[in-house]
């Protein structure tokens, strides 16, 4: 193998710039009062928004790109969506209160899960989260240990500390679950409720985790705050880099002489104009390190993972077998257990990285990792490092377009929508490592998504293991199939990726909601849980 070792856990890391807070994710928005409206919004918002896209139009004027330091978000697992995104939502509402004066009033904290996070909230960990979240826990910097049993071995009548400060009664019930009501606004949407000791309302707040640890606030407009998100967004809408298409994106290309990772570039430091360029290196390797980091974590940890189905690990195993067969071990068994490692360990609840969400977090590491082992002939340490930028920055502008067009959340367009805009990512990152043009990357993303339409999802016993951890090999397999036919032609071909993009939306809306993260159809009702 090239630069990274497979066989020891990499060392840690050497203190770098931190990454910067992702400010589409936490809405620093001031509280407002309960009001009688409180009824779920269908439209959508723009990709700066936190929205997934496809459920409402978000508006020709405003551009695709989302930052890699805010689409490769470094969390917990097991999921994006019904982990993360619930944590992040109980966080901004302990800060709205706090910022409102109501606080230190509070007594009681009730929260209803509805469709998605209601159906599989509980194998998902979604409970746990919320629990973390009230506390005043961050995805990116919680111990993971102290979520895991956060509700679920939660002593009723023992006290939570709001925000880490402000003492009140909880019990488990405290949370409920609706799993077969469905607001308009998304299908993975809670409802907190803030109550006095008289059994006052103090806040009413219904969120919506759209996919990839991105959460909307119902009733906020895009920019709503007037503060750094409207600021961004009206940046990202005059950048002379923004794009909505696949076919606007590669016209810029043309018209620039660049890269796809080079307008990605551009496009970072226009709609952050604070940012400086080493400041975005230093975020995206650090996403590189947890990247890498988890891989190796999985190679060498053993052992069953939660839940009832008691799924033994086998990342660990294989790369024993592995290494004891150097001269027969091909480069994809190597590429296969990346992902496994990987999915193994946001399975167990451990720290990942969303790309784009946690149920797809195997694929893009374990393709990136697949090149810098097997593939890379760059003669240097900082050049093996500026590829891999290249990598998740080309990966970054394709999974903008299928979060703002389409979707990335399983609840929302099934598991097309996650593991399907993955491994495109990591096609047309792989493409554009391997000297590709756009035309090349745009066809080996448009190659490894058309083969992905229709996935369903369908997690047997509601957790993030069946059939999802074996999926992400498969789909990584998939990544390098897609870059290597590209690679083989000149760009050219018959169905662009605007299409399959806009076919994938189209899926997901026509799917059944017993494919779509509920585990009431599919593997979920016919493999026996024991």
């Known amino acids: 193998m090239h630069r990274s070792s497979a066989s020891a856990p990499a060392s840690a890391p050497a203190t770098s710039t931190p990454l910067p807070t ?24 723009s990709g700066s928004s936190g929205s997934s896209g496809s459920s409402g139009s978000a508006g020709t ?123 308009p606004g998304h299908p993975n949407a809670l409802t907190f409720v803030a109550l006095d000791a008289d059994g006052g309302e103090l806040a009413r707040e219904t969120y919506f985790s759209v996919g990839g640890g991105f959460i909307r606030r119902d009733g906020e407009e895009d920019g709503a705050d007037g503060g750094s998100e409207a600021s961004t967004a009206a940046a990202a809408a005059s950048a002379p880099t923004a794009f909505r298409t696949a076919d606007q994106l590669l016209a810029l290309c043309a018209a620039e002489g660049a890269t796809i990772a080079e307008l990605a570039r551009r496009s970072e430091l226009e709609t952050h ?3 400086s360029e080493a400041e975005l290196d230093a975020g995206l390797d650090a996403i590189w390190t947890a990247m890498t980091e988890c891989i190796d974590a999985g190679l060498h940890h053993d052992g069953l993972l939660p839940g009832e189905l008691k799924v033994r690990r086998r990342a660990a195993a294989i790369r024993g077998q592995l290494e004891a067969e150097p001269t027969t071990a091909l480069p994809g068994d190597w590429l296969g257990i990346y992902a496994l490692a990987v999915n193994e360990q946001n399975a167990a609840g451990g720290r990942v990285v969303t790309a784009p969400t946690n149920g797809a977090a195997g694929i893009l590491p374990a393709v990136a990792r697949y090149w810098l082992d097997f593939l890379c002939t760059r003669d240097t340490d900082e050049e093996a490092r500026a590829g891999l930028r290249e990598f998740l920055l080309t990966a970054t502008a394709l999974g903008s377009l299928f979060r703002a067009n389409a979707s990335i959340s399983g609840a929302e367009g099934g598991c097309q929508a996650e593991v399907g805009s993955a491994s495109a990512m990591a096609a047309g990152g792989l493409t ?99």
């Open 432 to 530: 554009a490592v391997l000297g590709g043009t756009p035309a090349q990357v745009e066809n080996a993303a448009e190659i490894a998504m058309e083969h992905h339409l229709g996935l369903t999802c369908d997690p047997v016993g509601g957790l993030v293991q069946i059939p999802c951890i074996e999926r992400n090999a498969i789909a990584a397999s998939t990544a390098v199939t897609a870059a290597r036919l590209a690679l083989r032609g000149d760009g050219t071909h018959h169905v662009s990726l605007d299409t399959v993009v806009e076919t994938m939306r189209q899926t997901g809306a026509d799917m059944s909601t017993k494919y779509k993260e509920t585990s009431e159809g599919g593997l979920a009702v016919n493999v026996v849980e024991c």
């Open 61 to 183: 004027h405003a551009s695709a790109y989302v930052s890699a330091l805010e689409l490769f978000s470094i969390g917990i697992g097991p999921s994006s969506s019904h982990t993360v995104g619930p944590m992040r939502a109980a966080r901004d509402l302990i800060e709205r209160m706090r910022t409102a004066g109501t606080l230190d009033g509070a007594a009681r904290v009730t929260v209803e899960l509805f469709g998605s996070l209601g159906a599989t909230g509980i194998g998902h960990g979604t409970p746990d989260a919320i629990v973390a979240g009230l506390t005043g826990a961050e995805p990116e910097t919680v111990d993971p240990d102290a979520v895991r049993a956060a509700w679920s071995g939660w002593h009723d009548g023992d006290e939570l500390l709001l925000g880490g400060s402000r003492p009140i009664a909880f019990a488990r019930a405290d949370v409920t679950f609706s799993p077969f009501t469905r607001l």
């Open 22 to 45: 992702p400010s589409l994710r936490r809405i620093p928005a001031p509280f407002s009062a309960a009001t009688d409206s409180g009824t779920a919004r269908a439209s959508g918002a």
């Open 273 to 275: 104009p604070g940012r």
